[in-house]
Nanobody, 125 residues
């Protein structure tokens, strides 16, 4: 069962912008640290941006200044604003949720790591 639902991917020209959204339940949103990863063809999945346990943000060095992660707690949604997109940004983007450092109680219903189904972002002219 997929608990994180991404949307907003698509085809965009170089230099363009997209905003990805990831929506989940209030229970998951309140207990997981949320972030975004991406995986390009033939490459390993890599961190794009994520919130930290303390509420800060962490970005891949190569993406700082172009990508911004944000959240709307009322909507249980995390966003990824992507500007000045480049062809090398082409990838499947995945929403991720990571459980707390101390883990969950034994009767917790969900996996420690949660992943969305992914949304394709293609940057091409």
């Amino acid at each position: 069962q997929v608990h994180l639902v991404e949307s907003g991917g698509g085809l965009v020209q170089p230099g363009g912008s997209l905003r990805l959204s990831c929506t989940t339940s209030r229970e998951i949103f309140g207990h997981y640290t949320m972030g975004w990863y991406r995986q390009a063809p033939g490459k390993q999945r890599e961190l794009v941006a994520a919130f930290t346990v303390s509420g800060g943000t962490n970005y891949a060095d190569s993406l700082k200044g172009r990508f911004t992660i944000s959240r709307d707690n009322a909507k249980n949604t995390v966003y990824l604003q992507m500007n000045s997109l480049k062809p090398e940004d082409t990838a499947v983007y995945y929403c991720n949720g990571e459980g707390p450092p101390g883990g969950f109680p034994r009767d917790w219903l969900y996996d420690y790591h949660l992943w969305g189904q992914g949304t394709q972002v293609t940057v091409s002219s």
